[in-house]
């Protein structure tokens, strides 16, 4: 079993400063890594992921993660947010080991709140 | 290609009410999951499938059914809707990691009063 942790539940950062939204997860065996965008009452859209090879991984809106095996961590970066930032943001992990390499579903953390300040 | 469809949108439903949740995709995906999202929580897993004929229990599956007799539909049963079901339902299929890994629908905003 699979659990992860995003450490802010809340995030405020001024608008054109970066930020950095914190991911931790666990598992027993290797896992894809997910990062998910969610506007006000509006589905999930992807990110970023990662599944295998460069630790640095780039997405869409200019936002970009690094996976630390060590650490078990895939932080999620961006250099300069803007207004249109604001939203929750979702770490997932699915297990490369189970069904179908990934498709055993999504376990999710809590979310973080990222709220860009004018 | 219309991707992951989900509805209604919207349902409002008495306690004890039953009621089904639709999903349909269009891509020929094999793997198929209900999530159920509740405020200021992640998404939780209530059943998956891997094919037609075959479903499984997720994380949270008290109080639901479902069934996939087509590879297209994978619709979510509530029996006895109670007030702890309230939230926001997504369906999503497995498009392999060769694509975006998981696509989502929009989601089914449910109130059980």
């Known amino acids: 079993a699979q659990s992860v942790t995003q450490l802010d539940s809340q995030v405020p950062v001024f608008e054109e400063a970066p930020v950095e939204l914190r991911c931790n997860y666990s598992s027993s065996v290797s896992v894809y890594l997910f990062w998910y965008v969610q506007y006000p009452n509006q589905g999930l859209q992807l990110l970023l992921k990662y599944l295998s090879g460069s630790t640095l991984v780039k997405g869409i809106n200019g936002f970009e993660a690094e996976f630390n095996k060590s650490q078990t961590s895939f932080h999620l970066r961006k250099p300069s947010v803007h207004i249109s930032d604001t939203a929750e943001y979702f770490c997932?992990?699915?297990?490369?080991?189970?069904?179908?390499?990934?498709?055993?579903?999504?376990?999710f953390g809590k979310g973080t709140h990222l709220i860009i300040q004018p | 290609n219309a991707g992951v469809t989900q509805t209604p949108k919207f349902r409002i439903l008495k306690i004890g009410q039953s009621m089904t949740l639709q999903c349909t995709q269009d891509?020929?995906?094999?793997?198929m999951y209900w999530y159920r999202q509740d405020p200021g929580m992640g998404l939780k897993l209530i059943y998956y499938?891997?094919?037609?004929?075959?479903?499984d229990k997720g994380e949270v599956p008290n109080g639901y059914n479902v069934s996939r007799s087509t590879t297209e539909d994978f619709p979510l049963r509530l029996e006895l809707a109670a007030p702890s079901q309230t939230s926001v339902y997504f369906c999503a299929s497995w498009t392999g990691p060769e694509g975006e890994g998981y696509t989502f629908g929009s989601g089914t905003r449910l109130t059980v009063v």
């Open positions: 997932a992990v699915s297990d490369i080991v189970g069904l179908g390499g990934g498709a055993d579903g999504l376990t």
């Open positions: 891509m020929n995906h094999n793997y």
């Open positions: 499938s891997v094919g037609a004929g075959i479903t």
